[in-house]
């Protein structure tokens, strides 16, 4: 068959490498028997990934999501390690370099160094750091990691490297550090100094090197304005992280120590290479800023670590133009207008000079630390010092707890007028047969009677009877003296009996309610005499609870 001259049709021509087929040209390694079709698929995504973010954006147009080529300086981080372990960190030495060595090899080699089984460690979490040359041993056991921090040499591939490994701080602590201190204190003595009664906010301090300088680990994330050390006072300035970098090979990142190609014969002012037959004058060269100065240099524009912001993303919503519900915004509530972020470039650039994490203890917010959480308000969302000082327009919620309890009070009130006006109207019945009952006790007496003396009075009261069937029947009961009185001492019992027990709560609520009340008005007298309260023109006067009480009453 003669080839075609469109390309989309297959030709003829084969080779012993590569085949020509129709469609997309492919390896020969993603047609091999070993490595099967799976793989095909996975390798063509991973191209056609690669070729989509080649492609630039056409003329005339703009990407909405740029794509930016990321770099070894801004790469992601990884997810943190648990909060709640202890982390010790190993500066291996001797030339041992972390990122050429598997992680799975360094764990191996660290528990064998620290004599536990894999079992025993099943929870240690390995992660090493290669810009720093370290690794860190993630544990929840504080034996285990007592253990981590004593060992001393790690066998890795045949060889012995001398590792110096220490317990990092724990999480949710910041540093700072005072100057001054004196040189002949040991080290108890400066943790007897610090960590005392005196400043519940430190947990531990060490001496920096041969210094007097103090450094000292805070509770929590902010740093204390002044400490005392030993009943003297200081100033505490929060630490600061410096930015490391190798005299032994000029890059930057790890210490000399933890170099993983040292080179001797290179110059620690220059960067030059030089033997020591041969010395030479050099000009200092600083390899952090490239500056004509020495490392460490107090001058040196990049001496200390940039603050490192939150990778969290911020809450910051972008409003439609029709006013409507952003999509990430709770449902019922519309994003208010003005509303929007800024462009970074109009922010002024993050100091560098701060230590990530820790913040002053006390002082005022200077505004967002970083750009995206800067918000442009409306105008209308500016509060004015008058506004400020001025009573609120709403009650506070001591004044709806008063307006309840004052409600609560009328109503006992109310429900004790109730119970005292049928107590008196009961005891009008009962003063009404007792005068009747000594009316019929002064008529004549029969003196030849040989049966006791009974009088016979008619009760029109249903309390001594049963309930009869018809009101005739109760007219022709009649009872002596002896049972009457028995039976009105009977009534009273039984009324003063069951007022008792419903008085008493009545009576016991109401003394309650009278104390809360008189807490909450000396409560309210207190927040009304603050200055930030008063108003400079017709004072509010608050009525009281007897003139509430007339009103309602009225």
Known sequence: MAPASNSDEATPTT????????????????????????VCYRNRSQKRLQALRAEKPSQGTVSPYPIKQGTAKHALRLPPLPREHVKVVFRPQGGLDVSKISAAILRSATLVAAGLTKLQASEDILRPNAARNVFVMSTPSIERAKTYSMVRQLNIENRAYSTLPYVASPEDTCK?????????????DIIDNIVNSTNPQAIHA?????????????????????????????RCYIHKQKSEACLACGAVGHRADVCPNPTPSRCQGCGQNTSEDNPHSC??????????????????????????????????QIPRQDGARHPSAPRGKTTPPGFRKQSAAADPPASTEEKPGATRASGPAYGPKHPSQKINNSASAKVSWAEMVAPRTS????????????????????????????????????????????????????????????????????????????????????????????GIEKISKEVKEAMSPSYKPFQAQADLILSKLSALEARLAEIESRPSLKKASKPYNRPSLLDEKDHGAE
């Not at 500056?291 to 040196?300: I, L, R, W």
């Not at 490192?308 to 910051?316: M, Y």
């Not at 009650?395 to 119970?419: F, G, R």
């Open 15 to 38: 080779d012993m490498d590569t085949s020509t087929v129709p469609g997309e040209d492919i390896d020969p390694s993603e047609v091999t028997e070993e490595r099967g079709w799976m």
């Open 176 to 188: 700072g550090v005072i100057h001054g201190i004196p040189p002949e204190d040991t080290p108890q």
């Open 206 to 234: 060490r001496r920096m090197g041969t210094t007097n300088t103090a450094l000292i680990a805070f509770d929590g994330p902010k740093v204390p304005l002044l400490i005392y050390y030993g009943g003297a006072e200081f």
């Open 283 to 316: 000009t200092p060269k600083c390899p952090l800023c490239k500056g004509d100065h020495p490392f460490g240099d107090k001058s040196c524009t990049q001496r200390f670590k940039p603050p490192s912001f939150s990778s969290k993303p911020s809450n910051i």
């Open 395 to 486: 009650p506070p919620s001591s004044y709806s707890e008063v307006a309840e309890l004052k409600q609560l009070l009328l109503n006992t009130l109310e429900e004790n007028e109730k119970l005292s006006a049928k107590v008196a109207e009961l005891q009008k019945q009962i003063a009404t047969l007792t005068n009747a009952n000594v009316a019929d006790t002064n008529g004549p007496i029969d003196s030849d009677s040989n049966s006791p003396m009974e009088s016979e009075v008619v009760l029109a009261s249903h309390s001594l009877c049963s309930p009869p069937k018809e009101e005739s029947d109760c007219s022709s009961i009649y009872v002596t003296k002896v049972e009457f009185m028995a």
